[in-house]
């Protein structure tokens, strides 16, 4: 089967870092994304993990341990907009399918 | 980045009516494209596989005859909605995989409300 857990909600103060967990257990593993989502918008691309380590792109970093089945999503220097829902997703079987999991709502106060 | 269009954006329909989604890839070919539903503050949940020229995977609990996918292109997937009722409001993305970019590119969803 497939599993894909995250925390529903965090709440985080502007400037500050945030970690946002991930763990996963999928019939398969092509590879780990994160992608952040507005209300009412598409999600939008992050990072890509494939293996093991830190992926590091400006203010967002990402991790990634497949043997713990494991990733979290890391953001510095937090602003108001970076207020959202902040999506794990897994590649997972025939055609490269996206397994997302249920997201997690940051919400960044002043 | 690869592009990828949906129409309409948005939509109102009376119960019982069917609506079409069409998903384009703009600059790239595309042989699968991948549906998605999201309801409010939920994540996204993968409805069907569409390729080019077969017939579409739908992921279990999905009716495929209610849920009808169309890849008759490699630029064109189209989701119709057939007798849509209200608990068939949602947001409904497409996206798909442009292979150089090593990313899934999203369509910017439509919203589908039924009366």
């Known amino acids: 089967g497939q599993n894909i857990d995250q925390p529903t909600e965090m709440t985080a103060t502007e400037g500050a870092i945030v970690q946002i967990n991930c763990t996963y257990q999928t019939s398969g593993f092509n590879g780990l994304f994160w992608y952040q989502q507005h209300a009412g918008e598409a999600p939008t691309f992050l990072s890509y993990n494939v293996l093991d380590g830190l992926e590091e792109k400006g203010r967002f970093s990402s991790f990634l341990s497949r043997s713990k089945g494991y990733s979290y999503l890391l953001l510095k220097e937090l602003q108001m907009k970076d207020s959202a829902s902040y999506l794990c997703?897994?590649?997972?079987?025939?055609?490269?399918?996206?397994?997302f999991g249920a997201g997690t709502r940051l919400a960044v106060h002043p | 980045g690869a592009v990828v269009s949906q129409h309409p954006s948005r939509v109102i329909c009376k119960s019982g009516t069917s609506v079409k989604i069409e998903c384009r890839s703009l600059?790239?070919?595309?042989?699968?494209m991948f549906w998605y539903r999201q309801f409010p503050k939920q994540s996204l949940m993968l409805m069907a596989t569409s390729n080019e020229g077969s017939k579409a995977t739908y992921e279990q609990g999905v009716e495929k005859d209610k849920f009808l996918i169309n890849h008759a292109s490699l630029t064109l997937s189209t989701l119709t909605v057939t007798s849509a009722h209200p608990e068939d409001s949602s947001f409904y993305i497409c996206s798909s995989w442009e292979g150089s970019y090593n990313e899934q590119f999203f369509g910017p969803g439509t919203r589908l409300t039924v009366l």
């Open positions: 997703a897994v590649i997972s079987g025939g055609y490269n399918k996206l397994i």
């Open positions: 600059d790239f070919q595309a042989t699968t």
